[in-house]
């Protein structure tokens, strides 16, 4: 009798309802006191891919395509994105990056496209350092700010070539002292040295800024006692960049201001069918057909059908 009350006990609550999943939907069946079946589906909510997206790469001296990564495409270009907070794991990934770049042709250029929202002090400045070190060794490295470079971004921004270090107009700059990377915690005595230690690495990083930039020393300071915002063109004039990237508006030019199908990029005049010139003093123009048929302006080669 307890064997028998015992199975009944656990037969009783999965008779009650199960759930069955199925190709992103769950099926919750319940019984019900007429013979029919009732089901409710929900339907789970659908999100987007968050791997890397994949593109077609052919490799030198290969017959077929293969997908890889698109960071890793545009790597094989030469091609560097730094979109990310830096830290330690990213500071890792983009010096490795760097050195292998290099290792492949210390003669072509390096392009970096950055939209740094923040670093660390120690990780941006090995990065720094890296950079610094490639360009001494002969490798010219081109540097972007599409959207934001804030703090030692852009220090980041300035340190390429000079000549390369550009700007899409609608980017910023923040430079701004850098305080701990973390909470510290410990003795007073302790605490002192780190801040002492902090404030030794922001005169650093204010007199690279200086180098980089070739303002004074005393403006650097002066400017970073509070956040110190800068558009690409205050940028260029600060001495950060070099350039602001600009779309060309004489690359594709209308002729005038209305701009119809019959208006085209093109020097020679345009002719239709029907608008050539009559020919003049009884002489017909030489490669122009028979005006007779079309003298009236009617291209219809059909019979003529008589009006009224």
Known sequence: MRLQFLLASLVLPLSSGFVTPNNGMTK????????????????????????????????????????????????????????????????????????????ESDKEDIKLYLNIPGANLRPALAIYDAISELKADGVKIATTNIALCAGMGSL??????????????????????????????????????????IKKWNELMNAEISRVTGQ????????????????????????LIDEVLLPMPGKRT????????????????????????????????PGAPNQGMFSNGDDDDGPKIAKG
Not at 68 to 76: A, P, T, Y
Not at 218 to 239: H, P, Q, W
């Open 28 to 103: 919750t069946q319940s019984p019900s006191k007429s013979s029919s079946t009732s089901l409710s589906v929900k339907r789970m909510p659908i999100t987007m891919p968050t791997q890397e997206p994949m593109v077609p790469y052919r490799a030198p001296g290969s017959s077929y395509d293969q997908f890889i990564g698109l960071q890793s495409r545009q790597l094989r270009d030469r091609k560097l994105w730094i979109a990310r907070y830096i830290d330690e794991e990213a500071s890792n990934s983009i010096i490795s990056s760097l050195l292998y770049l290099q290792s």
């Open 156 to 197: 980041i921004a300035g340190a390429g070539t000079k000549g390369m270090r550009y700007s899409l107009p609608n980017a910023r700059f923040l430079l701004q002292k850098t305080g701990m990377d973390q909470v510290f915690q410990g003795q007073a005595t302790d605490i002192a040295l780190e801040v002492r230690n």
């Open 216 to 239: 004074s020393l005393e403006r650097i300071d002066n400017d970073l006692k509070r956040d110190f915002y800068l558009s690409s063109e205050e940028a260029v004039r600060y001495g």
């Open 254 to 285: 209308p002729p005038s201001d209305v701009v119809d199908l019959g208006s085209f990029q093109s020097g020679s005049e345009q002719k239709y069918q029907g608008e050539n010139p009559p020919p003049t003093d009884g002489q017909q123009q």
